[in-house]
């Protein structure tokens, strides 16, 4: 890097890439070159940066990462930079006063910002006022194409015609006269219209999940991108025409051809929203009178135990028995069931437990509410940042069709960000929205009433209600049920209750709190010792290990 020589003016120079100044044929290396011709014109030296070429055209000067690089540079070695040089004022900004700000601010560290082809003298007590001609004319055509592009925008949504890049599923396609101008514009299916409808058209069965649909159907998609892609009425066959002079966005009819009927559409919205519950894939079906025997396990060989029904004397009698060997055991099933709900039904917690984590548990999610507010006001920010991004390329690509490859690929990879964003938003709506008190109430009544569940729930509540309490399976020996993993929140309910109930606790001594025991958000829990519970199938009685 070049350094003061003598009293040589050092000066940095900046070029910045712009539709205008292309088509002008001044692109950046061009203005490198006239900058570097001028600087070696006048005797300056050239303080060579690694980098003072910026690709991104955007409005501010904080979302210019070699503008800000250059800033920093300039701060950090005061006195040795004398000028800051680059073509026109409309490299710097179009923006008159942000650009005023940081005029002020480079003149302040004693470095005057200038451009080769409209130099200002700021010797002069007008230099404001050509600053303000220079920047303001910069700036009136920017506000100018700006609205040209959205006034086009809104007019080919509203006439239902495809304004930007097609969807994935659809590619964009022309026609053209005998002269070769382009006459009509309209989008068409891509090969991947077929897999792509397969996918919606599963997923919105309710049997699958989105995720699933992808992977088996179209895995070349990014599971973020079609999350989004599930949210876009394009594919029923409507366009979303924006927002435009305070009129809010609506859809209308687009003249393209769906790729999913609108019944299918809103199908998928209801399951992406909650809804709408999936239908679950069932096995072939239980005999409801052996709904344990995915759970229960053989003490000799453990192997799960299954069941049969056969006949004798007086009718059919269902028998549980090991798969491995019958004769390990074999016992009638309505003993079994009635001996599983009393084992089940000595699971109950004191009420002083209950309600202390209920508590609790409303505290926790109060909070959460708050922090999920917090991240949903971060991603919109991020949303509106970045859609202003959007409508600066479409700008670029509005005016230079020459580059239409290029700046449709920023195009997508800027909506991809949007799409994944407005994902989360909908899915932390989704969560906030959500009122944990009637489903607390119902999972105390639920725990209040285990043993009544166990005997008269439907097959399939029972199921997933076991397996809810139980992670691993559970031993019986014919007359004992035992098990060593509960469940973490009851495992922590259940040692509560222990502990109130004094088990094991010499006189005098406090039991823990509660607020010891739970761990705080966010943080793994610490593995409470697990307990060993019997209970016989014919007595009530229990026995805590």
Known sequence: ??????????????????????????????????????????????????????????????????????????????????????????????????????????RFMGVEPNAIEEEIDFNNSNWPTLLGIYIGQAQGDNLSRSKATKDGIYGTA?????????????????????????IEKYVEFSEEARSIRKAFEEFAKGTISADYARRRYCPQIAESTFMGMLRNPFYMGKIKVPEYNGKPS??????????????????????????????????KPTNPDLFLRKFLVCPICGHALTGATSRGNGGKYTYYNCCHNAKHIRKRAEEVNEGFAKYVGALKPKEEVLNLYEEVLKDLHGDSKREIQAEIDKLKKEVAAKQSQIEEVEDLLIMDKNH??????????????????????????????????????????????????????????????????????????????????????????????????????????????????????????????????????????????
């Open 158 to 182: 509203s006439q239902g015609k495809c304004y930007n890049k097609a969807p994935r599923g659809y590619k964009n396609k022309h026609r053209v006269d005998a002269n070769g101008m382009v």
């Open 404 to 545: 239409s490859d290029r700046y449709n690929r920023i195009l997508e990879r800027y909506e991809k960000e949007v799409s994944e964003f407005q994902t989360r938003i909908s899915a932390l709506e989704l969560t906030k929205r959500g009122n944990i008190e009637p489903k607390l109430d119902y999972a105390i009544l639920l725990i209040n009433n285990i043993d009544k569940y166990i005997r008269d729930a439907p097959l399939e509540t029972k199921i997933k209600l076991i397996g809810s309490i139980f992670e691993d399976k559970i031993e019986f020996d014919g007359e004992k049920y035992r098990t060593n993993s509960y469940n973490k929140v009851l495992d922590l309910i259940f040692q509560q209750t222990n502990e109130l109930r004094g088990d094991k606790k010499e006189k005098g001594e406090r039991f823990s709190s509660f607020s010891h025991s739970v761990p705080r958000a966010g943080v793994e829990p610490a593995r409470v010792a697990p307990l060993v519970f019997e209970t016989s199938a014919s007595t009530d009685s229990a026995i805590w290990a």
């Open 250 to 283: 609506y859809l209308v009819d687009g003249v393209h051809e769906p790729l999913i009927s609108e019944e299918t559409f809103q199908k998928m919205q209801e399951l992406l929203d909650g809804k709408k519950k999936g239908k679950p894939k069932l096995c």
């Open 1 to 106: 890097m070049k350094v003061k020589v003598n009293n040589q003016t050092n000066v940095i120079i900046y070029c910045r890439v712009s539709t205008d100044e292309q088509r002008k044929g001044t692109s950046v290396e061009v203005q490198e070159e006239r900058l570097r011709e001028y600087c070696k014109r006048m005797g300056y030296n050239i303080i060579e940066l690694p980098n003072f070429k910026e690709d991104e055209s955007a409005k501010t000067f904080k979302k210019r990462p070699v503008m800000q690089s250059i800033l920093k540079y300039i701060k950090s070695h005061k006195k040795e930079v004398d000028k800051l040089l680059f073509l026109r004022w409309n490299r710097f900004s179009r923006d008159l006063p942000q650009a005023a700000n940081v005029v002020q601010d480079l």
